[in-house]
Structure formats: C-alpha cells, structure tokens
C-alpha cells in the first residue's frame, strides 16, 4: 500500500505530461494497472486480515503471524523503507502542487 501511495502522487502530477507524451490510450492503460494493482493489495491483504484478531503492529503484526517471523521481519523492513521514501515523496508533491498553483513572482 506504501508504493501506491508514492504511485498516486506521480500519477497525479504527472498525468497530463503522461498524456502528452504517450497519448491518451497508454495513460488509460497505465491507470488500469494501478487500479488493478490497489484491488488485488487490497483483496490480498482483506484475505490475511479475515484469519483472526488484529494485534497492536497492523500490517505487520497481520504478515508475521501468517507468514512467519523471518519473512514478517523483511516484510517489516520493506514496510519502514517505503514508509520513509513516501513521506519524501509526499513532500515533494506538496511543494509541486504549490509552485503550480502559485505564478511566479518575478522581482525588478
């Protein structure tokens, strides 16, 4: 769910450089594939939830008890990186979307 988190931000402030350069049928395609991908992250991850309780770790917690603790703790590591680049991406989008909305100023 991390890297569609940093997928959104790209596809939305890119998705009119994406339709100029590739066309309107591949920008629909690429569109297709992430919604195919949040719909089987999601079916995927209700499957796992559905075995019992949630404990106090979230995702991890559901992965590690399902999984095992060896591949829950990679899955764990993956978690934090993707969470970090995320939250720099987010970042990154925020002050695109406001240079975009706000003209620059020019000073004589």
Do not use: D, H
């Not at 603790?69 to 925020?94: D, H, K, Q, R």
């Amino acid at each position: 769910p991390a890297i569609q988190n940093i997928f959104g931000v790209i596809l939305f402030l890119r998705l009119p450089w994406l339709v100029g350069k590739g066309g309107l049928i591949e920008s629909f395609l690429v569109v297709v594939v992430a919604c195919l991908a949040t719909g089987l992250t999601g079916s995927s991850l209700s499957a796992i939830a559905t075995n019992g309780k949630i404990g106090g770790g979230g995702n991890y917690y559901l992965i590690s008890r399902s999984l095992g603790p060896a591949i829950g703790a990679s899955v764990g590591l993956c978690f934090f990186m993707a969470n970090a680049l995320g939250s720099a991406m987010y970042l990154i989008g925020t002050v695109e979307a406001f240079e975009m909305a706000s003209p620059a100023q020019i000073v004589t």
